[in-house]
């Protein structure tokens, strides 16, 4: 089956400005995850769809992150206005199918650089 | 080679030689847990789980131990390759109210040498 896709795989900006990525789960997972991972750390969760609905976003600060997941399928995460410690990399999982309900599967990640 | 995943984050071994990277989960009521190995530009990749009624599982060349009367979590790779290279975390899952979560170890990063 095809894995967790994401886009774009690496973004630069600058301050201030905003920037959105893009998830496609694995076919039929009805989970979805939004973590940031800074470089030597493990992965931060962001934000936890169950279909289009969130479940947990208790560590997504709220005022310049959004995410939403309208049809229950493709996801976006989006920051504005972006800071320097958002420097990370941004990745999307999925879970949900035969793998079993805690069984997560990582997309690539989207590399974000802030100048 | 072996290492405590929170003290030694770095684990170097010669190639053919077996690997063990370790973790000391935090939960006592997790009952289900998972490695990950993540490659250099890449996501978490699963490797193996073991479920909290059991104490060892078996993969392709990987060996997953659960001690949970010490709460510790190992993984053991044989005949370490050098494309086993890369940061190996260790997940834990639990309930968490009407939510399972995930919390992720420190990582261990395995460097395998020719």
């Known amino acids: 089956e095809a894995g967790v896709a994401q886009s774009p795989r690496y973004k630069i900006i600058e301050k201030r400005q905003s920037v959105a990525f893009w998830c496609n789960p694995i076919?039929?997972?009805?989970?979805l995850y939004w973590y940031q991972q800074i470089l030597g750390q493990g992965p931060k969760l962001l934000i936890q769809?169950?279909?289009?609905?969130?479940?947990?976003d208790s560590q997504l600060p709220k005022d310049r992150f959004s995410a939403e997941r309208l049809k229950g399928v493709d996801s976006t995460l989006k920051i504005q206005p972006a800071k320097l410690e958002d420097s990370a990399v941004y990745l999307c999982a999925s879970s949900g199918g035969t793998g079993g309900p805690d069984t997560q599967y990582f997309g690539p990640g989207t590399r974000l650089t802030v100048l | 080679g072996e290492s405590v995943g929170l003290h030694l984050p770095t684990l170097s071994v010669q190639e053919g030689d077996n690997s063990i990277i370790n973790c000391a989960y935090s939960?006592?009521?997790?009952?289900?847990f998972i490695w990950y190995k993540q490659e250099s530009g890449k996501g978490p990749q699963f490797i193996i789980d073991i479920r909290s009624n059991m104490d060892k599982r078996q993969g392709q060349r990987v060996t997953v131990l659960l001690n949970k009367t010490v709460k510790h979590l190992s993984l053991q790779i044989a005949a370490t390759q050098p494309g086993d290279s890369a940061v190996y975390f260790c997940a834990e899952n639990a309930d968490a109210g009407n939510n399972r979560k995930l919390i992720w170890g420190l990582g261990t990063s395995l460097a395998v040498n020719p």
């Open positions: 076919s039929g997972h009805a989970t």
């Open positions: 939960n006592s009521a997790s009952d289900y």
């Open positions: 769809f169950q279909n289009n609905g969130v479940v947990d």
